[in-house]
């Protein structure tokens, strides 16, 4: 078996309690009625949720060899996980609502219903990078130049295009007109990553490009500034975009494709690795803790889904938004080492394929 990476791990249960926190909407929004800058900043934070789980596999898979046949088998058993769970997930949430025909049931696994089962959209999006890394990785070894010129181009297709795009709506919304984003949407349709969450292969391309890379000490300087800094411009953007749509702007969705996530998930992997090497025995047991959570990251995704709406109405709304906070973050947390522990004890038995 190989050596646990304790980066990697860092960077699992990190995205896994970012995960739980924004599936139970825990960043209070507003308070009497006025935008909170923090709570935006917040959910802004937590736009890196599941790019952390892209990057950690990119990062992975930088030193190991992937066949298309291997890359294969593993796309086929996510694209069986997608299915199993999407068909148990709207079958609990179908039947809990009442609806118990079969033809709904399957309808909404299918087309991963919001609210039933639409937290699996990452799985696709997962054996996509998957089927991809054969080619990534054969570019790689063609030569240095080339494998840098690949990762810029994948990662100003979905980032610096998502930045035009999300600039353009701005501009509509502010000028009241649809016309900056029908003139971006002719640009857009020369980008082959446009419609199939562009974010995950590029998270995955640049978590196998730095892990193959030293770190320079002036990266290890500034790496805690960028994690601070970067939230920020989503935050400013979620507070504009609410305010100009008179309505909730959901900032973590929006900024999963961004530049500002791109730099967040960079900067938070560079501390995570410069903690790994440096790590002392004191150390060692968060370690541990942070491991047990990795071991069992996606039973935590999988099985957090289905306790979400109870956990939702425990956290106190209307009061002071910090009162809101601090229940969410426990919450959050209990139930990250719940849902791993139990992932543990169910690895011990056959179900353990389901749990992957």
């Keep these: 078996m190989a050596k646990r990476r304790i980066d990697i791990d860092l960077l699992k249960a990190v995205g896994c309690f970012l995960v739980i926190f924004y599936h139970l909407r825990g960043a209070p929004l507003e308070a009497n009625g006025q935008s909170l800058f923090f709570g935006h900043y917040l959910s802004a934070v937590m736009a890196s949720c599941v790019p952390l ?3 950690s596999s990119g990062a992975l898979y930088a030193n190991r060899e992937l066949t298309f046949e291997k890359a294969l088998r593993k796309a086929l058993l996510l694209v069986f996980l997608t299915l199993f769970w999407a068909v148990v997930s709207a079958a ?56 840098n010129q690949v990762v810029l181009l994948i990662v100003f297709l979905a980032f610096g295009m998502g930045a035009l795009a999300n600039f353009a709506t701005v501009l ?57 800094l970067a939230p920020i411009p989503l935050a400013l953007r979620g507070m504009t975009m609410a305010a100009l749509a008179g309505e909730s702007y959901d900032t973590t969705w ?67 938004p910090y009162e809101t906070l601090l229940v969410a973050l426990a919450l959050s947390a209990i139930t990250m080492f719940a849902c791993a522990a139990l992932g543990s004890l169910i690895k011990r038995t056959p179900l353990r394929v389901l749990f992957a």
């Excluded at 696994?109 to 089927?131: I, M, Q, V």
């Excluded at 000028?175 to 969450?197: E, M, P």
């Excluded at 903690?275 to 370690?287: C, P, T």
């Design 53 to 55: 789980f892209f990057l």
């Design 172 to 228: 509509d919304l502010a000028l009241d007109t649809k016309f900056f984003a029908n003139s971006l949407g002719i640009l857009q349709r020369f980008n082959l990553l446009r419609d199939a969450h562009p974010e995950a292969l590029a998270f995955f391309a640049l978590g196998m490009w730095m892990d193959r890379r030293e770190l320079p000490r002036r990266a290890l300087k500034i790496a805690p500034i960028v994690l601070i």
């Design 254 to 320: 929006g900024g999963m494709c961004s530049l500002p996530t791109m730099f967040f998930v960079a900067a938070l992997y560079v501390i995570a690795r410069s903690w790994a090497e440096g790590m002392s025995e004191r150390d060692s047991r968060l370690g541990r803790s942070v491991s047990f959570v990795a071991r069992n990251s996606f039973a935590v995704y999988i099985l957090h889904w289905f306790v979400r709406p109870v956990l939702f109405d425990l956290i106190p709304r209307g009061v002071a």
């Design 92 to 147: 609990v949430f179908d039947v809990t609502h009442g609806e118990t025909s079969l033809t709904t049931i399957l309808t909404d696994a299918l087309t991963l219903r919001s609210k039933r089962a639409n937290h699996l959209w990452f799985l696709p999006a997962l054996a996509t990078s998957y089927l991809a890394a054969p080619v990534l990785i054969a570019v790689r070894k063609s030569g240095e130049r080339v494998w």
